[in-house]
């Protein structure tokens, strides 16, 4: 059985270079504010698989793997939406590597996957959380949601540039 873990010592596994060790572990996800609107995760807690490489000059190579989803909103319609991710993300820590070979999230053999996989999730989140990829939303008038009637529409109001036209009376008794 995994368990609850924030923090991971991978000092504790005692890889030598080459070897690499494959752990499954589970963390919880804070909310996602988006918007005005709040995502909870779901499962709670997250399950992920961590694989750990040692490399060679005391660095390591990471690979983080979960599922996840969110529920909360559409920002369409508002209805509630609860779509699902695949993450596979990889990290690197070679000490002498230049910054580009630093992981942020290893500090002191620590490794904080607590915040790994909430930044790895946050990476995954597309720019809209929807319902359904075709979500038509609202309609901008009436608020009407346009999923439950799809052929909902407003008449179009008069061109403007013919408002003047409106004032014109026409109904006008003429003696010639």
């Given at each position: 059985?995994?368990?609850?873990?924030?923090?991971?010592?991978?000092?504790?596994?005692?890889?030598?270079?080459?070897?690499?060790?494959?752990?499954?572990?589970?963390?919880?996800?804070?909310?996602?504010?988006?918007?005005?609107?709040?995502?909870?995760?779901?499962?709670?807690?997250?399950?992920?698989?961590?694989?750990?490489?040692?490399?060679?000059?005391?660095?390591?190579?990471?690979?983080?793997?979960?599922?996840?989803?969110?529920?909360?909103?559409?920002?369409?319609?508002?209805?509630?939406?609860?779509?699902?991710?695949?993450?596979?993300?990889?990290?690197?820590?070679?000490?002498?590597?230049?910054?580009?070979?630093?992981?942020?999230?290893?500090?002191?053999?620590?490794?904080?996957?607590?915040?790994?996989v909430?930044?790895?999730?946050?990476l995954?989140?597309?720019?809209?959380?929807?319902?359904?990829?075709?979500?038509?939303?609202?309609?901008?008038?009436?608020?009407?949601?346009l999923?439950?009637?799809?052929e909902?529409?407003?008449?179009?109001?008069?061109?403007?540039?013919?408002?003047?036209?409106?004032?014109?009376?026409?109904?006008?008794?003429?003696?010639?």
């Open positions: 059985m995994a368990s609850l873990s924030d923090e991971y010592d991978i000092g504790r596994l005692r890889l030598t270079s080459g070897e690499s060790r494959s752990v499954e572990l589970f963390t919880g996800v804070d909310l996602f504010e988006l918007g005005a609107d709040r995502y909870e995760v779901a499962p709670d807690p997250v399950g992920f698989r961590l694989d750990i490489d040692r490399t060679t000059g005391y660095g390591y190579a990471f690979r983080l793997r979960f599922s996840a989803a969110l529920h909360g909103p559409c920002m369409r319609c508002l209805e509630p939406a609860e779509p699902s991710f695949e993450v596979d993300i990889r990290e690197i820590d070679q000490p002498g590597g230049g910054e580009e070979l630093t992981s942020p999230y290893l500090a002191d053999g620590i490794l904080d996957v607590h915040s790994w909430r930044e790895a999730l946050s995954a989140l597309p720019s809209q959380v929807l319902c359904r990829p075709a979500c038509a939303g609202l309609c901008t008038q009436c608020g009407v949601n999923n439950a009637d799809p909902h529409a407003h008449p179009a109001p008069p061109d403007p540039r013919w408002a003047k036209l409106s004032e014109l009376d026409l109904n006008v008794d003429r003696d010639d």
